[in-house]
């Protein structure tokens, strides 16, 4: 992906970890008229594709820059262009529209992203047997390889098998339950 800030990357990774998200898409150009007639094209930091098949284009944007009048004037005229073809809905997001404890659990779900196939394993034969909510912990506890347990129930809540109760950071006292299949 190209990332040009770190805003860009903390909305990636939160996106990315949303359980309604399907695909993201980065850069993606899309062609308006200025108000003098003028074409131009504008590059969407992505364009996301949801789960019930809508897509939302997302400008990312410093809330300094967001609160000029002046870029508040363009991203308005850019949206108000953008047609069903291309997206359902635009955003603008800040640094101030990043919630810190999704933003942390992203993180550490991206973090820990990469498979250990025994550790996978084991998780997932020991939350086949769970019938409610259950302290992550116990559950790093049952699988008894340590680290490697913990980061197993980390990719199985990025996978969304498993769902935090309540949002809380990801971390040993958090509880969790299996994903409830719609």
Request: hydrophobic share 45%.
């Amino acid at each position: 992906m190209d990332i040009e800030s770190h805003t860009e990357l903390c909305t990636a990774l939160v996106t990315i970890a949303r359980p309604d998200v399907v695909g993201l898409e980065n850069q993606v150009p899309f062609k308006w008229l200025k108000p003098n007639g003028e074409a131009a094209t504008h590059h969407f930091d992505f364009r996301v594709n949801m789960a019930d098949g809508s897509r939302r284009a997302i400008m990312v944007k410093s809330e300094f820059r967001r609160s000029q009048p002046e870029v508040q004037e363009e991203l308005a005229q850019v949206a108000a262009q953008v047609t069903p073809a291309f997206a359902d809905e635009v955003v603008i997001m800040t640094e101030r529209d990043l919630d810190p404890v999704e933003l942390f659990n992203a993180e550490m779900m991206h973090e820990m992203r990469r498979p250990d196939c025994e550790a996978d394993a084991a998780a997932r034969r020991i939350i086949a047997e769970m019938v409610a909510s259950v302290r992550i912990q116990d559950l790093v506890d049952a699988i008894g390889l340590g680290a490697r347990g913990f980061r197993a129930i980390v990719r199985l809540i990025r996978s969304h098998e498993l769902k935090l109760v309540i949002k809380v950071r990801i971390a040993h006292e958090a509880y969790v339950r299996r994903r409830i299949s719609k």
